[in-house]
């Protein structure tokens, strides 16, 4: 594309295909966040084919159901309306839609001369193809290549996909919008307020933090409590309640608001996320807590490295070792300095990954050689 001045270039239409909430959770929050950064370009348009599932978060998403046959299908014939007058695609795709209607999706926009660029969801779909046996994988890996760009949340998922002879890969991270906070965070010195905000699955690692927070009721010399917020999943529900009664310096607070998160992590000391999930992203409560200026405390998996850097803005352990957890919340409980010096790092460490800057940075990738003039 022709070089263009700032506010001089032509108005641009983008379309994205991607979820927005509810439900709430990484990528919805994400498009959202994106959707509301676009209007502050004016020679910018932006149509939206919204494929966020209906079905209720907490229950089993994995699998044949019939919404997603409906959402599939209905997906086709809105691209096929918006595709035409669009001077870019950017879809957001799990493993599964990637290799059964990105390639649909794909095909069209090209059949269109639209460009077309995939946005894997999560980090996972690198491990994906590797275990799929070779005629899927040359496939996929094909579709992947045909891409005029595939969007990688992390620097790991960029490096091995690259290592998969698959070079049309850009780094572009998770993010949220830079809320403004409001009031100062209560300081209470007799006192460690921890929060867990996720989806309350057993992969997130809730159960861990109960464990360990039994464990630090009984070796700490300071007050620690745990605030838990986020929906509870059917697979570990019964477990969740049960370990909740057993834990008095626990209490579960409901389901947080979407686009709140930043501010409700504001009035604690500390996050916990102890995830081993196997294809986890840039989580956006870790960013959120960025933002907030609180210091984390999470595992050291894939793509954490690109967010929280041990001992610089947060503190990072094995997985599944609830020991462990607890000795970092104790270490943070028993040294408020370390606690403000990595608060502090964590919320200079924000300034990458605010709505503001993801969104230019994706501008910058699907439009290259056009400035777009921000108001």
């Known amino acids: 594309m022709p070089n263009a001045q700032p506010g001089r270039s032509r108005t641009k239409k983008l379309l994205i295909a991607g979820p927005k909430p509810p439900p709430i959770g990484g990528s919805p929050l994400t498009v959202q966040a994106m959707l509301d950064e676009f209007p502050h370009y004016p020679n910018l ?80 779909i690198d491990l994906y193809v590797k275990a799929l046996k070779k005629p899927w994988r040359s496939y996929l890996m094909g579709v992947l290549r045909a891409c005029d760009g595939i969007l990688a949340q992390s620097r790991l998922l960029k490096e091995d996909l690259g290592k998969m002879d698959c070079p049309n890969v850009h780094y572009l991270p998770g ?94 000391d500390v996050l916990v996320l102890p995830t081993y999930f196997d294809t986890e992203g840039h989580p956006g409560v870790l960013i959120e807590a960025m933002h907030a200026g609180v210091p984390v405390i999470t595992t050291h998996i894939r793509t954490i490295d690109d967010l929280v850097t041990d001992g610089e803005n947060g503190l990072l352990i094995p997985l599944k070792d609830s020991h462990a957890l607890a000795e970092a919340i104790k270490r943070l409980a028993l040294d408020p300095d370390l606690l403000k010096r990595l608060g502090a790092a964590n919320k200079r460490k924000g300034a990458e990954f605010t709505a503001e800057a993801v969104t230019a940075k994706l501008l910058e990738i699907v439009f290259p050689g056009v400035a777009f003039e921000r108001r």
């Open 45 to 124: 348009k932006v149509a939206l084919i919204n494929t966020s599932p209906a079905l209720d978060v907490r229950q089993k998403m994995t699998g044949f159901n019939f919404e997603k046959v409906w959402r599939t299908v209905a997906i086709v014939p809105q691209l096929l309306v918006e595709a035409p007058g669009s001077d870019a695609v950017v879809v957001f795709a799990n493993p599964l839609f990637a290799i059964t209607l990105a390639p649909l999706l794909l095909f069209l926009a090209k059949l269109f001369r639209t460009p077309f660029y995939l946005k894997p969801v999560g980090t996972g």
């Open 175 to 268: 993010c949220r919008p830079l809320a403004p906070l409001t009031g100062q965070r209560p300081e209470n010195p007799d006192e460690l307020r921890v929060i867990f905000l996720a989806h309350i699955t057993r992969l997130k690692g809730p159960l861990l933090v109960l464990e360990a927070l039994q464990e630090v009721a009984k070796t700490c010399a300071k007050k620690v409590s745990c605030h838990f917020y986020g929906p509870i999943h059917d697979e570990v529900h019964a477990d969740f309640v049960s370990q909740m009664q057993a834990t008095p310096n626990a209490k579960y607070c409901g389901v947080a608001e979407a686009g709140t998160g930043t501010q409700l992590i504001s009035n604690y």
